[in-house]
């Protein structure tokens, strides 16, 4: 009796794990997003932008998390070239051993041979290559023009919503008019676009509130999302997690919690930071092993660039200051100094400047600042 019990418990549990199986082999064939890439770069970025691969890697992963397929397209089809990126990150890795993506990747679909009933949602990847071959892409526009009409979900991240800014629909209008909208913002493209900008044929942020898009924006390369219905776009790379669950979100289903990267972490803790909360740097410190310092101080001296107000220089001169030991460079302990003194804490600039010689004596921007601090 007792062996007939475990046999019945075992079939009962075998019973379960099928059923639990075909519930999941059933969701993963409900639906199907399409991601499209650039297909502009060259040598890795070097001589024409591309792609981002962190952003396809981390959106592949939510959508693979969820159990929704996916096909990869591009304007030309075929193998397109991502801007050089970091393999080793945990999330890169993931997804260059995926044998299955890695063939759809290195072989993607070609636009204009796509139609729209086969998806149920675009995603459009961002990179600065899709600011030069998405946009004049009428397939593309098509397309996306079709998923959405079709009421299917239309998403794009950073550069991607370039692919969006000439789509029109039945009725004549911008499919971006009059909606929440995001992209990477002019201020962004400033700081850290200087190598393509003057090659663009317009700037993001422009283009799309020319369209009549409501543009909506968060600090420097911090996650934003906007979502306007089954329209979703993103700031920055740092949103792609946010865009791609949303689109989860969107289809229906109830998203599974994937886990931030380390440097999406720390960009999250650094908005809290920029919010109000001024325990996040009391985090940061306490906590560096969670953190990537160098990624905070290295925004505390970008942010300190754009700042305008004593609170958001203050708020630029505690990121720099935490992540100060982590990245140990003249040139950021120089720029701290500047910063106090130039909010009046001349004990705290002169005990900077101090330091910073006592480990490099003899240089001299340092040395020429101490000669003009007079207490």
Same mark, same amino acid.
Request: net charge neutral; aromatic share 8%; hydrophobic share 45%.
């Given at each position: 009796?007792?062996?007939?019990?475990?046999?019945? &418990?075992? !079939?009962? *549990? /075998?019973?379960?794990? +099928?059923?639990?199986?075909?519930?999941?082999? #059933?969701? @993963?064939?409900?639906?199907?997003?399409?991601?499209?890439?650039?297909?502009?770069?060259?040598?890795?970025?070097?001589?024409?932008?591309?792609?981002?691969?962190?952003?396809?890697?981390?959106?592949?992963?939510?959508?693979?998390?969820?159990?929704?397929?996916?096909?990869?397209?591009?304007?030309?089809?075929?193998?397109?070239?991502?801007?050089?990126?970091?393999?080793?990150?945990?999330?890169?890795?993931?997804?260059?051993?995926?044998?299955?993506?890695?063939?759809?990747?290195?072989?993607?679909?070609?636009?204009?041979?796509?139609?729209?009933?086969?998806?149920?949602?675009?995603?459009?990847?961002?990179?600065?290559?899709?600011?030069?071959?998405?946009?004049?892409? &009428?397939? !593309?526009? *098509? /397309?996306?023009?079709? +998923?959405?009409?079709?009421?299917?979900?239309? #998403?794009? @991240?950073?550069?991607?919503?370039?692919?969006?800014?000439?789509?029109?629909?039945?009725?004549?209008?911008?499919?971006?008019?009059?909606?929440?909208?995001?992209?990477?913002?002019?201020?962004?493209?400033?700081?850290?676009?200087?190598?393509?900008?003057?090659?663009?044929?317009?700037?993001?942020?422009?283009?799309?509130?020319?369209?009549?898009?409501?543009?909506?924006?968060?600090?420097?390369?911090?996650?934003?999302?906007?979502?306007?219905?089954?329209?979703?776009?993103?700031?920055?790379?740092?949103?792609?997690?946010?865009?791609?669950?949303?689109?989860?979100?969107?289809?229906?289903?109830?998203?599974?919690?994937?886990?931030?990267?380390?440097?999406?972490?720390?960009?999250?803790?650094?908005?809290?930071?920029?919010?109000?909360?001024?325990?996040?740097?009391?985090?940061?410190?306490?906590?560096?092993?969670?953190?990537?310092?160098?990624?905070?101080?290295?925004?505390?001296?970008?942010?300190?660039?754009?700042?305008?107000?004593?609170?958001?220089?203050?708020?630029?001169?505690?990121?720099?200051?935490?992540?100060?030991?982590?990245?140990?460079?003249?040139?950021?302990?120089?720029?701290?100094?500047?910063?106090?003194?130039?909010?009046?804490?001349?004990?705290?600039?002169?005990?900077?400047?101090?330091?910073?010689?006592?480990?490099?004596?003899?240089?001299?921007?340092?040395?020429?600042?101490?000669?003009?601090?007079?207490?």
């Amino acid at each position: 009796m007792k062996y007939i019990k475990q046999t019945l &418990t075992k !079939l009962m *549990s /075998l019973l379960v794990l +099928i059923t639990l199986s075909s519930q999941v082999a #059933a969701s @993963v064939t409900d639906k199907k997003v399409l991601m499209v890439l650039s297909g502009y770069g060259q040598q890795q970025g070097e001589e024409k932008p591309g792609y981002e691969f962190d952003e396809f890697s981390k959106a592949y992963t939510v959508f693979n998390t969820n159990g929704i397929r996916v096909d990869i397209a591009s304007p030309q089809g075929g193998k397109v070239e991502a801007d050089k990126f970091d393999a080793k990150k945990p999330f890169n890795a993931k997804v260059l051993a995926n044998k299955a993506i890695m063939t759809k990747l290195n072989n993607t679909l070609s636009i204009r041979n796509l139609e729209a009933k086969a998806y149920d949602a675009i995603f459009i990847v961002g990179g600065k290559g899709a600011m030069f071959d998405l946009p004049k892409d &009428t397939a !593309l526009q *098509s /397309l996306i023009a079709d +998923i959405y009409q079709q009421q299917g979900t239309v #998403a794009a @991240v950073c550069h991607g919503p370039a692919a969006l800014v000439d789509v029109t629909l039945n009725d004549g209008s911008y499919l971006v008019a009059n909606k929440a909208v995001n992209g990477f913002t002019n201020q962004e493209e400033n700081l850290f676009g200087k190598k393509w900008i003057s090659q663009f044929d317009f700037m993001l942020q422009d283009k799309l509130i020319e369209r009549g898009a409501k543009f909506q924006s968060s600090e420097i390369m911090l996650s934003h999302v906007a979502v306007d219905e089954r329209l979703i776009t993103g700031q920055n790379p740092a949103s792609t997690v946010g865009v791609a669950t949303a689109l989860v979100k969107a289809l229906g289903l109830t998203p599974i919690a994937n886990e931030l990267d380390k440097d999406d972490h720390t960009l999250a803790i650094i908005a809290q930071f920029l919010a109000g909360d001024k325990s996040a740097i009391t985090t940061l410190a306490n906590h560096t092993e969670q953190y990537h310092l160098p990624l905070v101080g290295t925004y505390g001296f970008y942010y300190l660039k754009i700042a305008e107000t004593d609170i958001q220089l203050e708020n630029a001169l505690a990121l720099m200051t935490v992540a100060q030991k982590a990245i140990n460079n003249p040139v950021l302990d120089l720029k701290i100094a500047k910063t106090q003194h130039h909010l009046g804490h001349k004990l705290a600039a002169k005990a900077t400047l101090n330091e910073l010689l006592a480990s490099k004596p003899d240089y001299k921007p340092a040395l020429d600042m101490l000669k003009t601090i007079s207490l």
